[in-house]
């Protein structure tokens, strides 16, 4: 590790929420902090909007604490950074160790400075201007180029220290989880719901995942494979709490009572009753799911409104208007898609109709739907529901 070598991190919208910010930045900071604990002892704080994390001893793993930064909500970008003294010589001392190598490799180069300490004698086009030419004649061999240079040197004067960077690299983005609100995701084993959860976690919703299982008809190796695909969340979102969720009862009940063209669409109404209990157990205010207008027959626009018929609370689809290839680009990108392909049943494919309905009336469903005592199904369902902390 670099001596010295820390993180700054920048804030996005975060900085534009006015009151709310002190309680947001409050929250990042935690975040950060506890995404930072499994690489080390880090101390992190923030000043003028940027926060501060920096190793604590020289056993802290820099590379998976990089990694773990930029997967945090509300960061919008990650510099790796060097502090020294606020001196136009310790500026370019620390350049020329730090960058040696960024320098050995570009043709050309340019300073660019910020002062976050309104005091500092020098203004920013000083200050580059200054770095810069004393930069030029360690180098001889790379040219200043102010337009479009192989290498940016950033000098940014802060409180205590300056502090020296190559460019910043994106971060997540989004707003920090637990600004966002408390709600139920409904976690399936496939591409969409995992998307998603992390579309909304990334909006600062806390998660509860919900799960469905049908024994004998679903496999313990899918209900793994849907825990694991929330141990891979977790690297954004911290620790999960999943509901496993007993619906083997619920599924034989309409196959021998209802119309097969509604199996599907009283299945998913079961499933919105039962996650919507869950949330008011829990104080969730949403429902999320990966439904996309349009993919399969349940989710025809006539079939979402008989889903929605038994919810109260707002129902979140993130991927309502995503198409199958940009869901799956995401999932690459977010490294929930080598699992999600995996081959195990959901209970979704258990009992599909030959031909389902895609422009269901919700008096029909209703009506099919009466032949079930709906309250005791899903009391029997709720009183077989066990719960279990995933963690990173
Ligand atoms: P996915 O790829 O997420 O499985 P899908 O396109 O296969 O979605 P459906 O199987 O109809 O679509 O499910 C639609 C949504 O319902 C899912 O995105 C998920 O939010 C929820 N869902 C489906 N099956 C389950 C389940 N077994 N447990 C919890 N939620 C489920
Ligand atoms: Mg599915």
Same mark, same amino acid.
Request: aromatic share 6%; proline share 5%; glycine share 6%.
């Given at each position: 590790?670099?001596?010295? %070598?820390?993180?700054?991190?920048? *804030? /996005?919208?975060?900085?534009?929420?006015? *009151?709310?910010?002190?309680?947001?930045?409050?929250?990042?900071?935690?975040?950060?902090?506890?995404?930072?604990?499994?690489? /080390?002892?880090?101390?992190?704080?923030?000043?003028?909007?940027?926060?501060?994390?920096?190793?604590?001893?020289?056993?802290?793993?820099?590379?998976?604490?990089?990694?773990?930064? !930029?997967?945090?909500?509300?960061?919008?970008?990650?510099?790796?950074?060097?502090?020294?003294?606020?001196?136009?010589?310790?500026?370019?001392?620390?350049?020329?160790?730090?960058?040696?190598?960024? $320098?050995?490799?570009?043709?050309? $180069?340019?300073?660019? =400075?910020?002062?976050?300490?309104?005091?500092?004698?020098?203004?920013?086009?000083? &200050?580059?201007?200054?770095?810069?030419?004393?930069?030029?004649?360690?180098?001889?061999?790379?040219?200043?180029?102010?337009?479009?240079?192989?290498?940016?040197?950033?000098? %940014? &004067?802060?409180?205590?220290?300056?502090?020296?960077?190559?460019?910043?690299?994106?971060?997540? /983005?989004?707003?920090?989880?637990?600004?966002?609100?408390? #709600?139920? =995701?409904?976690?399936?084993?496939?591409?969409?719901?995992?998307?998603?959860?992390?579309?909304?976690?990334?909006?600062?919703?806390?998660?509860?995942?919900?799960?469905?299982?049908?024994?004998?008809?679903?496999?313990?190796?899918?209900?793994?494979?849907?825990?694991? *695909?929330?141990?891979?969340?977790?690297?954004?979102?911290?620790?999960? !709490?999943?509901?496993?969720?007993?619906?083997?009862?619920?599924?034989?009940?309409?196959?021998?009572?209802?119309?097969?063209?509604?199996?599907?669409?009283?299945?998913?109404?079961?499933?919105?009753?039962?996650?919507?209990?869950?949330?008011?157990?829990?104080?969730?205010?949403?429902?999320?799911?990966?439904?996309?207008?349009?993919?399969?027959?349940?989710?025809?626009?006539?079939?979402?409104?008989?889903?929605?018929?038994?919810?109260? *609370?707002?129902?979140?689809?993130?991927?309502?208007?995503?198409?199958?290839?940009?869901? &799956?680009?995401?999932?690459?990108?977010?490294?929930?898609?080598?699992? =999600?392909?995996?081959?195990?049943?959901?209970?979704?494919?258990?009992?599909?109709?030959?031909?389902?309905?895609?422009?269901?009336?919700?008096?029909?469903?209703? #009506?099919?739907?009466?032949?079930?005592?709906?309250?005791?199904?899903?009391?029997?369902?709720?009183?077989?529901?066990?719960? &279990?902390?995933?963690?990173?």
């Amino acid at each position: 590790m670099r001596q010295n %070598e820390m993180f700054l991190l920048k *804030l /996005g919208e975060v900085v534009l929420k006015g *009151l709310n910010r002190r309680s947001f930045e409050d929250r990042l900071v935690a975040n950060v902090a506890r995404r930072l604990k499994s690489c /080390g002892s880090f101390q992190v704080y923030i000043r003028q909007s940027t926060i501060y994390a920096e190793p604590a001893m020289d056993s802290c793993d820099m590379e998976a604490a990089y990694a773990a930064v !930029r997967q945090v909500f509300g960061v919008v970008s990650v510099a790796r950074a060097v502090p020294c003294e606020k001196t136009v010589e310790a500026i370019v001392q620390t350049a020329k160790d730090y960058l040696a190598d960024a $320098f050995r490799s570009a043709k050309s $180069f340019k300073v660019e =400075s910020k002062r976050a300490d309104k005091n500092y004698p020098l203004n920013s086009i000083q &200050i580059s201007q200054a770095v810069g030419g004393e930069l030029a004649e360690a180098f001889p061999d790379v040219a200043v180029d102010v337009h479009d240079p192989d290498l940016t040197v950033h000098v %940014e &004067i802060r409180e205590k220290h300056a502090y020296v960077h190559a460019p910043a690299v994106p971060g997540a /983005g989004g707003l920090p989880v637990g600004m966002g609100g408390h #709600a139920v =995701s409904l976690l399936s084993g496939g591409l969409d719901s995992p998307v998603s959860s992390w579309m909304m976690a990334r909006r600062g919703v806390e998660l509860e995942m919900v799960h469905f299982v049908s024994p004998p008809y679903t496999s313990r190796q899918a209900e793994d494979k849907v825990l694991e *695909l929330a141990r891979l969340l977790t690297v954004y979102c911290g620790r999960l !709490r999943v509901h496993i969720v007993p619906f083997t009862e619920i599924q034989e009940e309409i196959r021998k009572n209802c119309p097969e063209e509604y199996f599907t669409l009283i299945m998913r109404r079961f499933m919105m009753r039962l996650a919507q209990a869950l949330a008011r157990r829990a104080g969730a205010k949403a429902l999320i799911t990966g439904e996309s207008l349009g993919q399969v027959a349940s989710q025809t626009m006539m079939a979402l409104g008989v889903t929605d018929d038994v919810t109260e *609370l707002p129902v979140l689809r993130p991927l309502i208007g995503m198409d199958k290839v940009e869901i &799956i680009k995401m999932a690459r990108e977010i490294g929930t898609y080598n699992t =999600s392909i995996l081959p195990y049943e959901d209970c979704c494919t258990v009992f599909t109709p030959r031909h389902p309905a895609t422009r269901p009336k919700v008096e029909d469903v209703r #009506a099919a739907e009466a032949k079930l005592d709906v309250e005791a199904l899903m009391a029997r369902s709720l009183e077989g529901e066990k719960w &279990i902390w995933v963690k990173p």
